[in-house]
């Protein structure tokens, strides 16, 4: 039953991640699609703005990684716990901050689309909230440290 419930965190942690990159990439992309109408020559800037939020999902596999070595029969119900709880967690965090990051981006897109230079200033604001989603997989390392 423990590893059950492990299981669950885990697989909450990569199905929320990635959900989070798919809907973040994806609004993103919506806006440079638009912005390419106006402007095609900047294909590059909206290609790196929308790939962005596809990391959340890889964190959410790097957790998998991070505590696979306790998915064993004799886990117990304090670890399972644990990675129930910061799975959890972590998926959270990179489901909303990888949505919140391609709004970001597809504001970006826009105003570069438009003729704004403003490519380097939104790769700077976007880069907040991967911060908490690094936070995010940087507690899973601690967690899986305590454990």
């Given at each position: 039953?423990?590893?059950?419930?492990?299981?669950?965190?885990?697989?909450?942690?990569?199905?929320?991640?990635?959900?989070?990159?798919?809907?973040?990439?994806?609004?993103?992309?919506?806006?440079?699609?638009?912005?390419?109408?106006?402007?095609?020559?900047?294909?590059?800037?909206?290609?790196?703005?929308?790939?962005?939020?596809s990391?959340?999902?890889?964190?959410?596999f790097?957790?998998?990684?991070?505590?696979?070595?306790?998915?064993?029969?004799?886990?117990?119900?304090?670890?399972?716990?644990?990675?129930?709880?910061?799975?959890?967690?972590?998926?959270?965090?990179?489901?909303?901050?990888?949505?919140?990051?391609?709004?970001?981006?597809?504001?970006?897109?826009?105003?570069?689309?438009?003729?704004?230079?403003?490519?380097?200033?939104?790769?700077?604001?976007?880069?907040?909230?991967?911060?908490?989603?690094?936070?995010?997989?940087?507690?899973?390392?601690?967690?899986?440290?305590?454990?």
């Amino acid at each position: 039953m423990e590893i059950l419930l492990a299981y669950i965190g885990i697989a909450l942690m990569l199905l929320l991640s990635g959900i989070g990159s798919c809907y973040g990439t994806t609004i993103s992309g919506n806006a440079a699609v638009g912005a390419m109408k106006k402007n095609k020559d900047a294909f590059g800037s909206y290609m790196i703005l929308t790939a962005m939020p596809s990391t959340q999902g890889l964190y959410g596999f790097l957790g998998y990684f991070l505590l696979k070595g306790f998915l064993t029969p004799d886990i117990t119900m304090y670890q399972a716990a644990a990675i129930f709880g910061v799975g959890l967690a972590c998926g959270l965090v990179c489901l909303l901050s990888s949505i919140r990051q391609g709004q970001l981006s597809a504001n970006g897109i826009t105003a570069i689309g438009n003729g704004h230079d403003v490519f380097g200033n939104t790769l700077i604001l976007v880069a907040f909230p991967e911060l908490y989603a690094i936070l995010g997989v940087a507690a899973v390392f601690f967690v899986g440290q305590a454990l």
